[in-house]
């Protein structure tokens, strides 16, 4: 079994007995952060060819990945981004496999080290589809973390189509799923919240 094979909330929640949370608005106090003038043309460029080629990778590649590459900017290069990185935990408990993308707080970019946000690209734009194996990796980086002696109290988690994001949020053994879906028309509040536990760190560490 692998993080692919959590298809669904009801799966990954009896595995791993966990208490769901649906109805919050969990961000409602992040503060917008503005994008640099290289993601605004980049986006201007771009997002009407990814939209119109309407695919998977090219949802992925021209919109997820610059906005993930604009946190490392944002914070000046401290974190690490894996795109596609085996991520192998606990093989028995099914938190095994390949990761969509990992941010770490970190700025070893050879391996992962702290990982505090998992990223997940929604199937066929189908964002409820993949909450369940986001679920599952957010868990594993929470494991992870204990292992390496640098637990964290919050792992997000998101799950992305490029043009729509949902933010989701691990305490403990409880799984928060913001009500709200943010658009790549919002970019400002994608940012903040991204930014929000990685400057929460590294703030810490400083």
């Known amino acids: ?10 799966k990954v929640q009896s595995k791993f007995n966990l208490n769901l949370q649906e109805k919050l608005k969990l961000f409602t106090e992040i503060i917008p952060v503005t994008p640099s003038q290289y993601l605004v043309d980049t986006l201007e460029e ?7 080629i309407n695919t998977e990778k090219s949802r992925s590649e021209v919109l997820i990945v610059q906005i993930l590459a604009e946190i490392r900017r944002q914070v000046n290069y ?3 981004l894996f795109s596609g990185t085996e991520f192998n935990v606990d093989i028995n408990r099914g938190l095994s496999g390949y990761c969509d993308y990992l941010i770490s707080c970190s700025s070893e970019q050879y391996f992962i080290n702290v990982p505090v946000i998992t990223v997940v690209e929604a199937k066929n734009e189908n ?3 993949g909450l369940g194996a986001c679920i599952a990796e957010m868990i594993a980086a929470q494991i992870f973390n204990e292992r390496e002696n640098h637990p964290i109290k919050t792992i997000y988690g998101v799950v992305s189509s490029g043009t729509t994001w949902k933010f989701l949020t691990l305490e403990n053994n409880t799984v928060s799923i913001d009500k709200i879906e943010y658009y790549i028309n919002q970019i400002e509040y994608i940012l903040g919240i991204l930014l929000t536990p990685i400057k929460d760190i590294l703030n810490t560490s400083n």
């Open 1 to 10: 079994m692998s993080y692919s094979e959590f298809t669904n909330l009801s």
């Open 46 to 52: 771009y997002l009407p060819l990814a939209t119109a």
């Open 78 to 80: 401290q974190i690490s």
């Open 127 to 129: 964002i409820k589809g």
